[in-house]
Nanobody, 111 residues
Framework: QVQLVESGGGLVQPGGSLRISCAVS????????LAWYRQAAGKQRELVAG???????NYAASVTGRFTISRDNAKNTVYLQMNSLKPEDTAVYYC?????WGQGTQVTVSS
C-alpha cells in the first residue's frame, strides 16, 4: 500500500526559505510523477508544482521562480524548496502520487 508522509513545515518570516519533503513508501516511486498542492484557510486546494518520473517539472504561476521541486529516487522522496516566501504562501501543503494524498504539513509565513 502506498503511503505519503510530508515533513519540514513550520513558521518562517517573509522573505525566508523552507524545504518540505514527501517520503513515499512502496515500490512505485521511480515510475510515477508527484505533485505538491496547498490549501489555505477558507480556500480551495490548489496545485503548486509537479514533477514527472523523468524529472520534468511544472509550477503554478504564483510560485514560479521562487519554488523548486525535485526528487531523489534513491530515497523515495520529493522535495519542495521554497524561497522568498510571502504571507500568502501560508497553507497546509500536501503531496499526491497515484491518487494517494499525504496528511499535509503546515507552512506559516509571518513576522
Amino acid at each position: 500500500q502506498v503511503q505519503l508522509v510530508e515533513s519540514g513545515g513550520g513558521l518562517v518570516q517573509p522573505g525566508g526559505s523552507l524545504r518540505i519533503s514527501c517520503a513515499v513508501s512502496g515500490s512505485i516511486f521511480s515510475n510515477n510523477g508527484l505533485a505538491w498542492y496547498r490549501q489555505a484557510a477558507g480556500k480551495q486546494r490548489e496545485l503548486v508544482a509537479g514533477i514527472t518520473a523523468g524529472g520534468y517539472t511544472n509550477y503554478a504561476a504564483s510560485v514560479t521562480g521562487r519554488f523548486t521541486i525535485s526528487r531523489d529516487n534513491a530515497k523515495n522522496t520529493v522535495y519542495l524548496q521554497m524561497n522568498s516566501l510571502k504571507p500568502e504562501d501560508t497553507a497546509v501543503y500536501y503531496c499526491r502520487m497515484v491518487g494517494v494524498w499525504g496528511q499535509g504539513t503546515q507552512v506559516t509565513v509571518s513576522s
